[in-house]
């Protein structure tokens, strides 16, 4: 890259503003974003709700020049998403709504002998197993939803969350634990 | 340690966070190896954890609804009010067609909503992870002044679920909306087509560029607001997510999840459906432009009326029988054919929305058949739709062109009164009787006989393009590819700085040629030098004529120079993967210069493996033609298409090439089956191990591509090999045998004996520091797909795995070797990862000089007593400097001699030479592997890097002795080529196999019993060198008697999965001991193991299963 570019002039025109280019960052981190808060939530318009809201943080954010402290912005946006979701959480608890808990995901469909080991069983397997996971303790189910959705370290999942480092481990651990146990109960595993 | 502790671990494990240098890693691996519970809760985990990602990952991607899209973009534009428009690119929802649909957002006057882009995720290839064919790309046309939220709910916009298909974004209807005075024309086409159609959107323009990932382009000024309104519609339906509701295919169905999107042109992957697919397309397009004929003959004053009354359009009919026989004719690659029918299921009635396809039911109606009440269902909902799509247009366009207030009232006449007094929601209970009311738009048939002839036209032109494109690149044919990156120059700059409307996700990298056309003329050549997200920056590097902006651009492979006429048009061959007639044309000029060539230079010797020929060949006008067709004789198809680009640019450089002395075509060689052997003749039986899977992963993609691999590729054990069976693994002794027999499943009065050998485990934390040299094969045969951009991700995640104490070294090798880096400390990541993505591949294949500075490198860093090792990358092809087996082949007998190993890394197929690949592993005491897609790159240089890295024991031989009186004779089914003789078992100078940590070999027997049931079969014996004593070492174990008892696929399904490995190997291979055997029997046996419990969650497994179902009645690769 270096030397051979004199395309500043385009890069002064385009990336003027580079950490507030939000509809890069909504492009790249909605989807994670709704997932993990979706898991966490279990409500979709909740999910909506707070994503928006972690970007429209975002703007703000990056408005007031503070950009440059979002270094991480993976880590950044999904500190905000976990906050928030708490919040909501929260607010749920006060208001003593008992939460909306998915509907016992069916069993999975009995296989037809022609394909037996196919996609189809797998599929079922894993939307399942995305049930079990959504019926899982919450602390056990934000760690996992990090981990899985954004792929995220330990130590990022800690940061995020607000853990330490070993219960973070721990909860990690025990949900998957948690999660094997129910589907090996379900008779998935 | 004990259980709780472990098990605190496991998830730290299974993510790979677990502190290989601590003391728990090896802990935990010492306590797995001996705990059952723990290691069976291990896999428990595992394979949840797995399941709840593809959970997550399945289905549609979440995004975020268009409301809040629009508020943020408002925000966004505040914030970035000052910054000129940019096209952005999001991932979103609607994984399921493959087919992107852009939103598009405001701009400040007249065309509020314009443009919407239609793209490809052609990003996703066939084997990345199937999540990625779960994102599409949405494009946010440019926002030069997006509508404030505030106005737009004003305008109410809202998003709401009218049709009971989930929710559509759209304007609801005022009352009596009229069409702006200042608005160009009344709309000719029905534009809910666009919308309807779900983004096949064939009449913009944009849509040639199939390949342009997600470009967007804003539509000219001068486009008529009808148009806007139709991809407002589009925008709409998009963003809401009700696309798949409006396609016939259910997106739930486990078809789309696995299914990489593949643009119209890719069907080019299968050559045979593409043919059939033209074929189809001129056919019906031939029909329809004699249909518009006769229409714009009749007097036009009845004509709405009568169209109604015809009989169902051929279009309809055409394009669903088209489905149908691509279904039924191509039943090897059933899931592309389902696509193709869904496209053509859903394009008609949906594409043309109330016109063609309400006709066609309608009409067909009439003609006679009975009415039934799926008919009646579908005119129905057609003709609801149809009505929606109307009132939300009309809704559309008032808002499009202004303000209710600013619109002069004119008489309610003068627009299609369609919606005029109906009631404006849902009209379902309307008989298929109303459906005969006339249509009022006057050319309403005629529009949509147009607009589809228009779209055929398109759908051929892209076709033919696609076919041509196989056949001058043979890799089209092959699933892994990604098409070439097509956009537009989009502005030009005195400096000579060439901006292009593509970005970092387009796979556009630094480096890459784009070539210029403008029209079908070449005008030149930019090398990019720069990738944002949005633009690709480049410099000129050839000009012909000034470039403008929207001329198009087209990446090339390589630096080639485009010739500007087609008569000294060249073209590259590769492989050619098929029989058509294109193909073989091409492969007749192949042959015919051969025959020039090879007139020049000396005869081949007897013995000789490799066929001379040149890569690349340079076609005669007559024979461009031949190869090409038609296509410059104004075929209707490419017509008004924006480019067909001439044929492919010659490469530059081929003079090196003209010394090739190796084929194009893949290399291996065949090696008889072993026989049955009487043991009274000869009870041993002796062979070196052979851990290595590449044969395997080499048929597989022979398989996926659609044809058998070719007879030498099958090597009967790594079939087996490739397959976990399970085999306990001991801490204590380096190998453990485990010995199963049982009736054979496939052989008649047979037994079938599987002998499992299995290494002991080193843990990462075990593994030695590493010294490694990677040789980079860089030459131009390597720019391709499938191979360069595999080798280098495949090096980026071998880096990432790589410890404090390893050092990197990389050379790379094109006509002349070259060192990139030299002993980077395995910490540095960063630069080594920039010096592997510099590597740039031109050039000829000098890989002798490649090993030969790879090994000087390593002996300069030799690390005593670590992990000395050249790792080749490469497809095997050397065409300069020494190119004889033998010579390379001592040098690397050298070297290992002196401590430095070689493992063979394969890439790509059709210039492979698999045989000197695995001679060169073979003898640089290494592993050989195949790595045909990421996920394989995973698995070898992440998930087993320390089997890959960390050998445990060298030249391990296996020699079976059977008692003479119990076993009458037997067959080894592979291991041919690893054939040592019995006397030279305890001869320790014999090389042998090499076994890396954890990995395990099978050996299968084929016995003929006799005598007493109770008498044992014999003894095992396992020789080797152990490399941390250096010491040989040998076990011995008996082949007990009861180890042989009556099994089922349900009892003991690894041995049944063995057994079928080996089995489909033999039918691979044409064995004379499968003789009996079909692919329906074999399908029938592993389907019955593979369902159970321990193999269900298996992906090789399952992956298995699926290339048996494939491979019955392929033909062989040629």
């Given at each position: 890259m270096a030397g051979l570019l004199k395309l500043d002039d385009y890069k002064t025109a385009t990336r003027a503003a580079e950490p507030c280019d939000l509809t890069e960052v909504v492009g790249r981190f909605q989807t994670p974003l709704l997932r993990y808060v979706g898991g966490i939530l279990n409500r979709d318009e909740d999910a909506q709700d707070v994503v928006q809201e972690v970007f429209l943080c975002y703007c703000r954010f990056s408005q007031r020049g503070d950009a440059e402290a979002v270094r991480n912005l993976s880590s950044w946006l999904f500190s905000v998403a976990h906050n928030l979701s708490q919040d909501v959480l929260r607010k749920r608890q006060r208001e003593k709504k008992a939460q909306t808990e998915l509907a016992a995901a069916p069993a999975p469909a009995e296989a037809d002998e022609g394909q037996a080991v196919d996609t189809i069983i797998r599929q079922a397997a894993s939307e399942r197993a995305l049930a079990e996971l959504r019926k899982l303790p919450e602390e056990y189910r934000q760690v996992l939803l990090l981990k899985i959705v954004q792929d995220m370290t330990l130590r990022e999942i800690a940061k995020v969350t607000g853990l330490s480092f070993g219960n973070a481990a721990y909860r990690l651990n025990q949900g998957l634990k948690e999660l094997a146990r129910r589907l090996k109960e379900a008779g998935v595993l | 340690m004990h259980c709780e502790k472990a098990e605190m671990l496991l998830a730290q494990m299974i993510y790979g966070e677990l502190d290989s240098a601590g003391p728990e890693g090896s802990e935990l691996a010492v306590h797995l190896a001996g705990c059952r519970a723990c290691a069976e809760l291990l896999n428990d985990m595992r394979v949840a954890a797995g399941l709840v990602r593809e959970g997550l990952t399945a289905g549609t991607a979440p995004v975020l609804s268009a409301e809040r899209q629009a508020v943020l973009l408002n925000k966004a534009a505040e914030i970035n009010a000052r910054r000129p428009p940019l096209a952005r690119r999001h991932p979103g929802a609607l994984g399921g067609k493959g087919r992107i649909v852009g939103l598009a957002a405001a701009s400040a006057a007249a065309v509020l909503l314009a443009g919407v882009l239609i793209t490809e995720t052609f990003l996703c290839t066939a084997n990345a992870p199937p999540a990625c064919h779960d994102e599409a790309i949405v494009c946010f046309e440019p926002v030069k002044a997006p509508m404030a939220y505030d106005e737009m709910k004003r305008r109410d916009i809202y998003a709401a679920d009218s049709t009971g298909e989930g929710p559509v974004f759209g304007v609801r209807a005022s009352p009596a909306p009229t069409p702006a005075p200042?608005?160009?024309?009344?709309?000719?086409?029905?534009?809910e087509d666009d919308g309807r159609r779900g983004g096949k959107e064939t009449q913009d323009p944009a849509f040639g560029w199939r390949d342009t990932g997600s470009r967007t382009y804003s539509l000219p000024a001068t486009k008529s607001p009808a148009d806007a309104r139709g991809r407002l519609q589009t925008a709409g339906s998009a963003t809401s997510g009700s696309v798949q509701s409006q396609t016939k295919a259910p997106v739930a169905g486990p078809a789309p999840r696995h299914e990489p999107a593949k643009p119209l042109a890719g069907n080019g992957y299968d050559y045979e459906s593409s043919t059939k697919l033209v074929a189809e397309l001129r056919k019906s397009e031939q029909e329809l432009r004699e249909r518009v004929q006769r229409e714009k003959a009749r007097p036009g004053k009845d004509k709405d009326e009568e169209a109604f009354e015809r009989?169902?359009?051929?279009v309809v009919a055409e394009r669903m029988k088209e489905a149908g026989r691509l279904e039924t004719h191509n039943d090897i690659d059933r899931k592309e054919a389902a696509r193709n029918s869904d496209d053509a299921i859903s394009d008609i009635p949906l594409g043309a929305s109330g016109t063609v396809g309400s006709i066609g039911v309608g009409g067909g109606a009439m003609a006679g058949r009975a009415l039934t009440d799926e008919d009646k269902k579908k005119a129905e909902k057609l003709r609801e739709r149809e009505r929606i799509a109307n009132q939300k247009n009309e809704a559309m366009r008032d808002w499009v062109t202004g303000a209710e207030a600013s619109r002069p009232t004119s008489p309610a006449g003068a627009r299609p009164n369609d919606d005029q007094g109906r009631p404006r929601q849902s009209t379902g209970k309307q008989s298929i009787e109303d459906a005969s009311i006339p249509y009022s738009k006057p050319t309403e048939y005629q529009a949509a006989l147009e607009r589809e002839c228009k779209r055929l036209t398109e759908d051929l032109a892209n076709a033919e393009y696609a076919l041509k494109d196989a056949v001058s690149h043979g890799y089209r044919l092959s699933p892994v590819n990604i098409p070439d990156v097509r956009t537009k120059v989009v502005d030009v700059r005195s400096t000579g700085n060439v901006a292009l409307g593509a970005g970092s996700d387009s796979g556009i990298k630094e480096g890459t040629v784009f070539l210029i056309y403008r029209k079908d003329e070449y005008i030149g050549k930019i090398r990019v030098t720069t990738v944002w997200n949005d633009f690709a920056g480049g410099q000129i590097i050839e000009q012909r004529k000034p470039f403008m902006p929207d001329d198009s651009a087209m990446s090339s492979r390589g630096d080639r120079t485009a010739s500007a006429s087609p008569t000294d048009a060249r073209a590259e061959l590769g492989p050619l993967f098929s029989t058509s007639p294109h193909a073989q044309a091409a492969q007749s000029l192949v042959t015919g210069l051969n025959r020039e060539d090879s007139a020049k230079q000396k005869p081949p010797t007897a013995g000789e493996e490799v066929v001379a020929a040149k890569p690349f060949i340079v076609l005669t006008p007559e024979q461009a033609q031949a190869l090409y067709g038609p296509a410059q004789q104004g075929q209707p198809g490419t017509q008004g298409r924006p480019v067909t680009p001439p044929p492919p640019p010659p490469p530059k450089g081929d003079s090196e090439e003209g010394?090739?002395?190796?084929?194009?075509a893949a290399v291996f060689k065949a090696v008889p089956v072993n026989p049955f052997v009487m043991t009274k003749d000869d009870r041993f039986s002796t062979f070196g191990l052979d851990v290595d899977t590449a044969s395997y992963s080499i048929s597989r993609r022979y398989i996926r591509g659609g044809y058998l691999p070719?007879?030498?590729?099958?090597?009967m054990e790594e079939f087996v090999n490739a397959f976990d069976y399970n085999y306990p693994c001991r801490t204590s002794g380096t190998f453990s045998v485990i010995a199963d027999a049982a009736p054979a499943p496939f052989g008649q009065d047979l037994t079938l004996l599987k002998v499992g050998i299995r290494g002991k485990v080193v843990g990462r934390e075990g593994r030695k520091p590493a010294n490694l040299v990677f040789v980079v094969d860089a030459s131009g045969s390597m720019d391709q797909p499938d191979r360069m951009p595999l080798v280098k991700y495949a090096l980026g995640e071998l880096v990432g795995q790589l410890g404090a104490g390893d050092r990197v070294t990389l050379v790379a090798y094109g006509t002349k070797a070259r060192?990139?880096?030299?002993?980077?400390?395995?910490?540095e990541k960063k630069a080594i990862l920039d010096a592997i993505d510099r590597v740039q591949c031109e050039g000829s294949t000098n890989l002798s000089e490649g090993l030969s500075v790879g090994y000087r490198m390593a002996a300069q860093s030799f690390v005593p007593g670590g992990v000395n090792r050249v790792i080749l990358c490469s497809d095997g092809a050397a065409n300069i400097g020494v190119t004889a087996g033998e010579s390379i082949l001592d040098q690397v007998r050298t070297f290992r001699d002196k401590g430095v190993t070689c493992t063979c890394v394969g890439f790509g197929a059709g210039t492979y030479n698999d045989v000197l690949l695995e001679k060169l592993a073979d003898s640089g005491d290494g592993s050989y592997v195949f790595v045909d897609s990421r996920r394989e790159a995973r698995r070898v240089f992440v998930e087993e890097l320390s089997a890959t890295l960390q050998t445990i024991a060298k030249d391990a031989k296996i020699q079976v002795e059977f008692d003479p009186r119990r076993v009458r004779r037997y067959r080894l089914v592979g291991y041919e080529n690893r054939d040592i003789a019995d006397e030279k078992f305890r001869d320790d100078t014999v090389d042998a196999g090499e076994v890396g940590s954890g990995q395990s070999a099978t050996a299968l027997y084929e016995l003929e019993l006799q005598g007493p049931a109770d008498a044992d079969l014999g003894t095992v014996y396992v020789r080797y060198k152990n490399v941390d004593t250096g010491r040989v070492e040998e076990i011995s174990q008996r082949l007990e008697a009861r180890s042989l008892r009556p099994r089922t696929p349900e009892s003991d399904p690894r041995y049944y999965l063995a057994a079928c490995a080996a089995e489909f190997a033999e039918l691979l291979r044409d064995s004379e001991h499968a003789a009996g055997g079909s692919f329906d029997a074999l399908r029938e046996t592993l389907e019955r193991a593979a369902a159970q419990p321990a193999l269900r969650y298996d992906p090789r497994v399952v992956e298995l299963l699926e290339l048996v179902r494939k491979a019955k009645g392929l033909p062989r690769a040629p």
């Open positions: - | 200042t608005e160009p024309a009344p709309p000719k086409l029905a534009y009989p169902a359009p051929i010394e090739a002395t190796l084929a194009p070719p007879v030498g590729a099958v090597r060192l990139v880096l030299e002993g980077a400390p395995a910490s």
